[in-house]
């Protein structure tokens, strides 16, 4: 948590996370290198997102007229910040170098995912860590969790020695 001083030098406590994971995207995509890129907001979501407002299950990034834009990433407002129903998962523009969404158009056209992995919210711009995906089957699910719960199992017995 960070501390904000007032105009008297007292301080109080201020709310603040550092990301908002989409823990689901691991789990449902082989997920190759991550880059990050910044995002588009008003005033209003960058305060929510701040106070941990935010999610990102369902999300995707989608590339139109060459250019990035996150579909489905859902922005709360708070009592203090309101943002109407329609605006809160309202299409959000990308901001990234040309080289990298041009990487990124290259991996759509070969039928790979661009999937948002966590908002970064720890310094002074609110950045999107996105990733290259390719969607796993449910036998794979099914196999990357027996994995790691025999990887766990593993440790648990060497532990115990």
């Given at each position: ?8 030098g ?5 709310n603040?996370?550092?990301?908002i994971?989409?823990?689901?995207a691991?789990?449902?995509?082989e ?13 209003g ?26 579909l489905?990433?859902t ?7 309101p ?7 309202r299409?959000?523009?990308?901001l990234?170098?040309?080289r990298?969404i041009?990487a ?12 948002p ?9 609110i950045k999107?860590?996105?990733a290259?995906?390719?969607g ?8 990357t ?13 060497i532990?115990?020695?």
């Open positions: 948590m960070a501390k904000k001083a007032t105009r008297r007292h301080k109080h406590v201020v603040q996370v550092k990301s994971q989409n823990r689901r691991r789990h449902d995509y997920l190759d290198d991550s880059m990050v890129v910044g995002l588009e907001l008003t005033g979501e960058v305060k929510s997102l701040r106070m941990g407002h935010g999610q990102l299950r369902g999300a995707y990034v989608t590339v139109k007229n060459d250019e990035l834009y996150l489905n990433g922005i709360n407002g708070t009592s203090s910040v943002i109407d129903e329609s605006s809160q998962t299409t959000r523009k990308l990234a170098k040309r990298e041009n990124l158009i290259e991996a759509k056209t070969q039928g790979r995912t661009i999937v992995l966590e908002i970064l919210t720890g310094g002074r711009f999107l860590r996105i290259i995906g390719k796993k089957k449910t036998w794979d699910k099914r196999q969790l027996r994995k790691r719960d025999d990887d766990r199992t593993a440790q648990r017995a532990k115990n020695l």
